[in-house]
T-cell receptor, first 114, second 109 residues
Framework: DAMVIQNPRYQVTQFGKPVTLSCSQT?????MYWYQQKSSQAPKLLFH???????NEADTPDNFQSRRPNTSFCFLDIRSPGLGDAAMYLC?????????????FGEGSRLTVL | GQNIDQPTEMTATEGAIVQINCTYQ??????LFWYQQHAGEAPTFLSY??LDGLEEKGRFSSFLSRSKGYSYLLLKELQMKDSASYLC??????????WGAGTKLIIKP
């Protein structure tokens, strides 16, 4: 089945120790997104790519970086995680910009910062 | 500013009907979306409205009134597996989704 796969599902890190979260998709969708979601809160968009065009949300901290080396893969790098970065990180895709409301999510990567 | 309002939590009984309301204020409008999110899982797409009126999809229906900036999600014949959070999201003029914090729906036997 075509899908969005995130790894790892659970990540525990030390304060300040870098982490990388990965996302792959077999849907052949043009657009990929990274969201941060904390408990009982709305998902917060961090980055999105229209094909290779990178879009950084204005309020995304510099501590967060992203890479999309090819159509199928996307990475989220957290350079120096703080306690406030503990959250669920969701990768999503959409077919194209015009279908940006119908998102296909991966299962998420839950980050714990000790 | 852009804003989505929906109740924090609702409780309903198995087999009953529940309506989850959402009001939105966004810069421009390109559609209203509902997602279901079970605890600890990712959201899954439920419905999309861009024109006024009711869209029915099995036990779930979604309604939109653009003039009132209002939508609701109607769930019929509630089942225990419908216990989840339901997120309302409006798409603005830049095709960005503006998300609500979600309504946690608790189903009791």
């Amino acid at each position: 089945d075509a899908m969005v796969i995130q790894n790892p599902r659970y990540q525990v890190t030390q304060f300040g120790k870098p982490v990388t979260l990965s996302c792959s998709q077999t849907l052949n969708h043009n657009v990929m997104y990274w969201y941060q979601q904390k408990s009982s809160q709305a998902p917060k968009l961090l980055f999105h790519y229209y094909d290779k065009d990178f879009n950084n949300e204005a309020d995304t901290p510099d501590n967060f970086q992203s890479r999309r080396p090819n159509t199928s893969f996307c990475f989220l790098d957290i350079r120096s995680p703080g306690l406030g970065d503990a959250a669920m990180y969701l990768c999503a895709t959409s077919r194209d910009a015009g279908a940006a409301g119908e998102l296909f999510f991966g299962e998420g990567s839950r980050l714990t910062v000790l | 500013g852009q804003n989505i309002d929906q109740p924090t939590e609702m409780t309903a009984t198995e087999g009953a009907i529940v309506q989850i309301n959402c009001t939105y204020q966004t810069s421009g409008f390109n559609g209203l979306f509902w997602y279901q999110q079970h605890a600890g899982e990712a959201p899954t797409f439920l419905s999309y409205n861009v024109l006024d009126g009711l869209e029915e999809k099995g036990r779930f229906s979604s309604f939109l009134s653009r003039s009132k900036g209002y939508s609701y999600l109607l769930l019929k014949e509630l089942q225990m597996k419908d216990s989840a959070s339901y997120l309302c999201a409006s798409m603005d003029s830049n095709y960005q989704l503006i998300w609500g914090a979600g309504t946690k729906l608790i189903i009791k036997p």
